[in-house]
């Protein structure tokens, strides 16, 4: 136990540490803090970015805002289709493609968009159970 505690006054203390840069400019340490560059892949994003803008099209011929699913689809919705999609990732994987809907990427991205969704929508009842409007 002590060794762990260790650790975590170590990166309290590293937090704490303010970096000066030749410049002079001063900024809060980096540490402990997520490195999205890292931790993303900008291939995926752009992926799913262009999954995105092709789903903006609606069958009446009309365009949906890109945000659109932002203001709420229930969480049903989203399993349901999560499961539909994953059904189709799965035939790829397994070598079935032939029985599939939809190509291995739009499955994947379709899985991402609704993974992301669900969780956008407990995340938005949880905030809004604890009334912070930021995370």
């Known amino acids: ?23 002079g400019a001063t900024k809060s340490s980096d540490a402990g803090k997520p490195n999205y560059h ?4 900008p ?9 995105m803008n092709k789903h903006r099209l609606q069958p009446d011929g009309s365009l949906r805002q890109p945000d659109n699913w ?13 499961h539909r999609h994953f059904l189709d990732l799965w035939l790829h994987h397994d ?3 032939s029985f599939t809907v939809e190509d291995y990427e739009e499955s994947l991205t379709a899985l991402y968009f609704n993974v992301q969704g669900y969780l956008h929508e407990i995340l938005k009842e949880k905030y809004a159970k604890n009334n912070q409007d930021t995370i």
């Open 70 to 82: 932002k203001k709420g689809i229930p969480q049903a919705d989203y399993f349901d289709s999560m």
């Open 1 to 23: 136990m002590q060794r762990g505690w260790l650790s975590i006054k170590k990166l309290i203390k590293k937090i704490m540490q303010v970096r000066q840069f030749e410049t």
């Open 95 to 97: 070598g079935f493609s």
């Open 43 to 51: 291939l995926v994003i752009h992926r799913y970015g262009e999954y």
């Open 38 to 41: 890292a931790i993303l892949s």
